[in-house]
Nanobody
Framework: QVQLVESGGGSVQAGDSLRLSCTAS????????WGWFRQAPGKDRELLVR????????YDANTVKGRFSISRDLAKNTAYLQMNNLQPEDTAVYYC??????????????WGQGTQVTVSS
């Protein structure tokens, strides 16, 4: 069973940046699909951005394209979500996730515990 542990959330001002980390208990980020979700209060969990099975970065939420990006450090078993120019509407709990064989938009096998990001205007 793969475990994903997130860190890096916090409270920031609009326009600030944060980098979230997602560390896996085994080497998965070179073989699994993975990416990031968020869930704001009263809203459904939404898929933001992911690495597809073809190895391409795919944005599923236009609201973050151009501001958020993903990367990985295979030696550290860690994936990252770089968030720039944060806005109050970005306030949510952010989750990393991974899928063994399918696209993340179709299936999630492993979830991070979530980390709170709060953006003040």
């Amino acid at each position: 069973q793969v475990q994903l542990v997130e860190s890096g959330g916090g409270s920031v001002q609009a326009g600030d940046s944060l980098r979230l980390s997602c560390t896996a208990s085994s080497r998965i980020f070179g073989t699994y699909t993975w990416g990031w979700f968020r869930q704001a209060p009263g809203k459904d969990r939404e898929l933001l951005v992911r690495l597809s099975r073809s190895g391409r970065t795919t944005y599923d939420a236009n609201t973050v394209k151009g501001r958020f990006s993903i990367s990985r450090d295979l030696a550290k078993n860690t994936a990252y979500l770089q968030m720039n120019n944060l806005q109050p509407e970005d306030t949510a709990v952010y989750y990393c996730a991974a899928s063994i064989t399918r696209e993340l938009s179709q299936n999630v096998d492993f979830w991070g515990q979530g980390t709170q990001v709060t953006v003040s205007s």
